[in-house]
């Protein structure tokens, strides 16, 4: 991925607003006993469309955020969502993107691993209360409600951040070259 | 060229790793009043508005995605409530015999509700933002500290005690709800009123835990809480007394505990709720 400036606002925006959907909507919404938490899938949509640098960055500034607006503990989101993205970031830099299918499947591993990351950092840090056993399920909901996010979010972080990437300006290159000689011919 | 970019990138990781690690071991240690919370406030404080704005602008698509889980899960309930009526039929038929006695007992402990509430203010908020995470039981709402709202104030529903206001910027306030694995409400059962302390069990916001009930005290199912408002120096409690809480759901005698686990199920839906009651001032 290619940065400019023009990039970079068009990612801080896209932050901007995951953020804020997240904590006013996507927070509030109640899908099989649990709420979809839209951050891990723009981290590794992120990640996975930028490399391990973008996806880590983006995903600190985002874990950043929204601890900042809940008042919560600094660094704890950031720690797990840099995490994520950077994960998602090297995968994208060791294997190609064969299938449609990658995306959203990683999300959910991606987000599996963060919510157990995240709870793990919890017991860590020291939780005053029992700790139910619906907290794995909490956390195997909301993985699968990651990856099912991932279908429609990835393509559109896709077309967000279209100027900068490589692999599309290549294939629109050629697109555009093919059209030229038909026209050509 | 290869060699130096892994070079920046894991220096970019190191980097962004031990940011957090400071910023986390800072926050957790620094006083409510240090820089970083002044910080975070401020942040809180300038994104309030655009939060309360994608709140109501998303609500009817909120609703509607709701409102299908909700009939989703209604086929179940339906059932359930069927066998329930059934019961509360034959229920009702002894209620009414016990009614009478009810009352004399009510004016023997001298018990009105939300008794303890008389001299509050209350200051109607609605929910702006809400926590991603079981960990964090912890909503947003758009009334701070100039509408009065100030830390440690208690927040109902119409149905029931939800939380207490944890931190405040001008426009808006955070509320740590009873499901927060740091909440501990201290809680009288009715109608005879062994006291405990009501604690939540992280990850399912339908179980609450009443503890320190000597084993000995015969605690049944239905049974009703409500806070203590106690200033005993173990049981201290931020709420006022008379504010319902919950019912009793179980009791569990643990091998070897001196003391009881009584399960209740809060009477607000703590999952599902757009406004909120702050009980500000308070008697002097």
Same mark, same amino acid.
């Given at each position: 991925m290619i940065v400019t400036w023009q990039v970079a606002l068009r990612v801080a925006i896209l932050i901007l607003l995951g953020v804020v959907l997240q904590l006013s909507f996507f927070s509030e919404i109640e899908l099989l006993g649990s709420s979809p938490d839209v951050l891990p899938v723009i981290a590794v949509a992120l990640g996975l469309l930028g490399g391990g640098v973008v996806g880590a960055v983006c995903g600190f500034a985002l874990g950043l955020l929204t601890d900042s607006l809940l008042l919560q503990t600094l660094g704890v989101s950031s720690i797990v969502l840099l995490t994520v993205g950077y994960l998602a970031g090297r995968w994208r830099e060791s294997f190609d993107?064969?299938?449609?299918l990658v995306p959203p499947l990683l999300t959910a591993a991606l987000a599996l691993f963060g919510a157990t990351m995240f709870a793990a950092i919890q017991l860590m840090l020291g939780v005053e209360a029992p700790v139910s056993l619906l907290v794995v399920r909490e956390i195997i909901v909301k993985a699968l409600l990651a990856g099912l996010l991932a279908i429609p979010i990835y393509p559109l972080v896709r077309i967000v951040l279209r100027p900068a990437l490589v692999d599309d300006a290549r294939r629109g290159g050629r697109r555009r070259r093919s059209l030229i000689q038909i026209r050509a011919a | 060229m290869y060699r130096k970019q892994v070079r920046r990138r894991r220096a970019v990781l190191v980097a962004l790793v031990i940011v957090s690690l400071i910023l986390l071991s800072l926050s957790f240690s /620094?006083? /409510?009043?240090?820089p970083i919370h002044s910080i975070q406030r401020g942040v809180a404080s300038v994104f309030g508005p655009i939060e309360e704005g994608a709140g109501r602008a998303l609500k009817p698509v909120r609703d509607l995605i709701n409102w299908f889980d909700e009939t989703f899960d209604a086929r179940g309930e339906n059932d359930r409530l069927q066998d329930e009526l059934s019961e509360l039929r034959s229920d009702q038929i002894d209620a009414e015999a016990v009614q009478s006695e009810n009352e004399e007992l009510r004016k023997a402990l001298d018990f009105k509700t939300n008794a303890g509430i008389q001299g509050y203010e209350q200051v109607t908020s609605r929910v702006i933002a809400r926590s991603p995470t079981v960990w964090y039981s912890q909503v947003t709402i758009d009334q701070g500290s100039s509408a009065g709202v100030e830390r440690d104030d208690p927040v109902v529903t119409g149905d029931g005690l939800i939380g207490k206001v944890s931190d405040t910027t001008a426009g808006q306030a955070q509320v740590t709800l009873?499901?927060?694995?740091?909440s501990a409400v201290s809680a009288r059962i009715l109608p005879e009123g062994p006291l405990g302390v009501v604690k939540p069990e992280v990850g399912d916001p339908d179980d609450l835990l009443l503890d320190f009930?000597?084993?000995d005290r015969e605690i049944s199912r239905g049974q009703r809480l409500v806070t203590a408002g106690s200033t005993a120096s173990? %049981?201290?409690? %931020?709420f006022p007394p008379g504010i319902p809480i919950g019912e009793v759901t179980k009791a569990d005698i643990q091998a070897q505990d001196t003391y009881q686990q009584v399960h209740l199920k809060p009477f607000a839906d703590l999952r599902d709720f757009d406004y909120v009651q702050v009980l500000t001032g308070g008697p002097e």
């Amino acid at each position: 991925m290619i940065v400019t400036w023009q990039v970079a606002l068009r990612v801080a925006i896209l932050i901007l607003l995951g953020v804020v959907l997240q904590l006013s909507f996507f927070s509030e919404i109640e899908l099989l006993g649990s709420s979809p938490d839209v951050l891990p899938v723009i981290a590794v949509a992120l990640g996975l469309l930028g490399g391990g640098v973008v996806g880590a960055v983006c995903g600190f500034a985002l874990g950043l955020l929204t601890d900042s607006l809940l008042l919560q503990t600094l660094g704890v989101s950031s720690i797990v969502l840099l995490t994520v993205g950077y994960l998602a970031g090297r995968w994208r830099e060791s294997f190609d993107i064969t299938s449609a299918l990658v995306p959203p499947l990683l999300t959910a591993a991606l987000a599996l691993f963060g919510a157990t990351m995240f709870a793990a950092i919890q017991l860590m840090l020291g939780v005053e209360a029992p700790v139910s056993l619906l907290v794995v399920r909490e956390i195997i909901v909301k993985a699968l409600l990651a990856g099912l996010l991932a279908i429609p979010i990835y393509p559109l972080v896709r077309i967000v951040l279209r100027p900068a990437l490589v692999d599309d300006a290549r294939r629109g290159g050629r697109r555009r070259r093919s059209l030229i000689q038909i026209r050509a011919a | 060229m290869y060699r130096k970019q892994v070079r920046r990138r894991r220096a970019v990781l190191v980097a962004l790793v031990i940011v957090s690690l400071i910023l986390l071991s800072l926050s957790f240690s /620094e006083a /409510e009043s240090g820089p970083i919370h002044s910080i975070q406030r401020g942040v809180a404080s300038v994104f309030g508005p655009i939060e309360e704005g994608a709140g109501r602008a998303l609500k009817p698509v909120r609703d509607l995605i709701n409102w299908f889980d909700e009939t989703f899960d209604a086929r179940g309930e339906n059932d359930r409530l069927q066998d329930e009526l059934s019961e509360l039929r034959s229920d009702q038929i002894d209620a009414e015999a016990v009614q009478s006695e009810n009352e004399e007992l009510r004016k023997a402990l001298d018990f009105k509700t939300n008794a303890g509430i008389q001299g509050y203010e209350q200051v109607t908020s609605r929910v702006i933002a809400r926590s991603p995470t079981v960990w964090y039981s912890q909503v947003t709402i758009d009334q701070g500290s100039s509408a009065g709202v100030e830390r440690d104030d208690p927040v109902v529903t119409g149905d029931g005690l939800i939380g207490k206001v944890s931190d405040t910027t001008a426009g808006q306030a955070q509320v740590t709800l009873i499901t927060d694995h740091r909440s501990a409400v201290s809680a009288r059962i009715l109608p005879e009123g062994p006291l405990g302390v009501v604690k939540p069990e992280v990850g399912d916001p339908d179980d609450l835990l009443l503890d320190f009930i000597q084993e000995d005290r015969e605690i049944s199912r239905g049974q009703r809480l409500v806070t203590a408002g106690s200033t005993a120096s173990d %049981l201290e409690s %931020l709420f006022p007394p008379g504010i319902p809480i919950g019912e009793v759901t179980k009791a569990d005698i643990q091998a070897q505990d001196t003391y009881q686990q009584v399960h209740l199920k809060p009477f607000a839906d703590l999952r599902d709720f757009d406004y909120v009651q702050v009980l500000t001032g308070g008697p002097e």
